[in-house]
């Protein structure tokens, strides 16, 4: 007699890969929660101390002197008319021809001149619970986060 073959995976072999996948995604979850609020963090970060903070410095080249509080980030991307009116305004001083808004989808807060960068600007990020916390980006203080 002769003994047939079969072809496919036994209860054994399924459950073998099954447990396998078990463990492999318990060893790499923990190491990839928090990893979205760090990246937004870095996001935010890079925003306030390159991308903005480089507009902001041409504006005021071109200018000699940062857009007022009033005239805010959106005299980066329009000529302001409110007054001090900037007489040699070359923008727009953003690539993106858009509002710029942080990681968690809010706009960026903007003092000028700055309370805390006397003679400059106050720049930050009201990070994930959008109010003045410990969780903000700052282009103040040392690290540029408080509470770090």
């Known amino acids: 007699m ?3 073959k079969r072809s496919g995976f036994t209860m054994i072999e399924i459950m073998l890969v099954v447990i ?3 463990i492999l995604g318990a060893m790499v979850m923990p ?3 928090g990893k979205s609020e760090q990246a937004r ?3 935010a970060r890079a925003d306030i101390e390159a991308n903005l903070s480089a507009s ?3 504006y005021e080249m071109d200018n000699g002197r940062f ?3 009033e005239q805010g980030l959106k005299g980066l991307l329009v000529k302001p008319t409110s ?3 900037p007489a040699n305004w070359n923008g727009p001083y953003l690539k993106k021809k858009k509002m710029p808004l942080d990681p968690w989808g809010r706009e960026y807060v903007y003092v000028s001149p700055g309370a ?3 003679g400059e600007y106050d720049l930050s990020s009201l990070g994930r619970d959008g109010v003045e916390s410990e969780d903000d980006i700052i282009n103040w203080g040392e690290t540029g986060m408080q509470g770090e």
């Open 2 to 4: 002769r003994k047939e």
């Open 20 to 22: 396998i996948i078990g």
């Open 31 to 33: 190491n990839i929660t």
């Open 41 to 43: 963090k870095a996001a």
């Open 56 to 58: 902001l410095d041409l």
């Open 67 to 69: 857009p007022t509080t």
């Open 83 to 85: 007054s001090p009116e």
């Open 116 to 118: 805390r960068n006397e």
